[in-house]
């Protein structure tokens, strides 16, 4: 079963892939296919139908060393499956470009993340450097990573707490979101330093709006004396 969300990685039934593959000017995306590495689900473009459960819109962004382009396909449903592979921290941390600093505060991260039992996803440069194994980390690549988090569960607030305070420690910026119920995601630094009533950016698989923080983090609202 396929659950369509942002970050989701895809894999691509073989034959469909190659087939796709070899109208592709590039070397890598054949070699991407042989090796069944996925591909990410992205936001339809402008110019593309409405998302469906029929077709799928993916992303292919190339390594540095290949332009750094990002590459687009629409494949049918019934030629993908979910990418299962876990990356965290064994693969991440095994990648090309995996300095002795990154790899402290990765360490640093990870014991974050299992003493509020959350489970980080990688994204970005550091996603696709452990799914590959090729270059995509370079000298001035942040840690990029997700958070999904279940308010009801988690004290939102002491998790922001605590990655903030792990931030300002780590040797390499940390980017990345929380990712809410209903595939809704902020992103963290902005999360910890909004008012409950403040307007916060909040992404989807479909667009961007703004909500009120508490909408996110299932805060009470204040009524009116």
Same mark, same amino acid.
């Given at each position: 079963?396929?659950?369509?969300?942002?970050?989701?990685l895809?894999v691509?039934?073989?034959?469909?892939?190659?087939?796709?593959?070899?109208?592709?000017p590039?070397?890598?995306?054949?070699?991407w296919?042989? %090796?069944?590495?996925?591909?990410i689900v992205?936001r339809?473009?402008?110019s593309?139908?409405?998302?469906t459960d029929?077709?799928?819109?993916?992303?292919?962004?190339l390594?540095?060393?290949?332009g750094?382009?990002?590459?687009?396909?629409?494949?049918?449903?019934e030629?993908?499956?979910?990418?299962?592979?876990?990356?965290?921290?064994?693969?991440?941390?095994?990648?090309?470009?995996m300095?002795?600093? %990154?790899?402290?505060?990765?360490k640093?991260?990870d014991?974050?993340?299992?003493?509020?039992?959350?489970?980080?996803?990688?994204?970005?440069?550091?996603?696709w450097?452990?799914?590959?194994g090729?270059p995509?980390?370079?000298?001035?690549s942040?840690?990029?990573?997700?958070?999904?988090?279940d308010?009801?569960?988690?004290d939102?607030?002491?998790?922001?707490?605590?990655?903030?305070?792990?931030?300002?420690?780590?040797?390499t910026?940390?980017?990345?979101?929380?990712?809410?119920?209903?595939?809704?995601?902020?992103?963290?630094?902005?999360?910890?330093?909004?008012?409950?009533?403040?307007?916060?950016?909040?992404?989807?698989?479909t667009?961007?709006?703004?909500?009120?923080?508490?909408?996110?983090l299932a805060?009470?609202?204040? %009524?009116?004396?």
């Amino acid at each position: 079963m396929i659950t369509l969300r942002r970050h989701a990685l895809l894999v691509v039934e073989p034959q469909v892939w190659l087939a796709i593959a070899a109208a592709q000017p590039e070397t890598l995306v054949r070699h991407w296919a042989k %090796r069944g590495w996925p591909l990410i689900v992205r936001r339809p473009y402008a110019s593309e139908p409405e998302l469906t459960d029929r077709v799928v819109p993916l992303g292919l962004p190339l390594p540095p060393n290949e332009g750094k382009r990002r590459l687009s396909f629409r494949v049918p449903m019934e030629a993908l499956s979910p990418f299962t592979a876990s990356v965290w921290p064994q693969a991440v941390t095994a990648q090309p470009g995996m300095t002795a600093a %990154r790899l402290a505060d990765i360490k640093r991260l990870d014991a974050l993340a299992q003493r509020h039992n959350v489970t980080p996803e990688p994204t970005g440069s550091l996603l696709w450097g452990a799914v590959t194994g090729l270059p995509y980390l370079s000298p001035s690549s942040d840690l990029d990573l997700l958070w999904r988090v279940d308010p009801t569960r988690l004290d939102i607030r002491a998790f922001l707490a605590d990655l903030e305070q792990a931030a300002a420690t780590l040797h390499t910026p940390l980017d990345g979101d929380l990712i809410f119920s209903g595939d809704r995601a902020g992103q963290w630094r902005e999360l910890v330093s909004a008012s409950p009533g403040d307007e916060v950016l909040v992404k989807s698989l479909t667009g961007l709006s703004l909500s009120p923080a508490r909408t996110l983090l299932a805060l009470p609202q204040v %009524r009116a004396a």
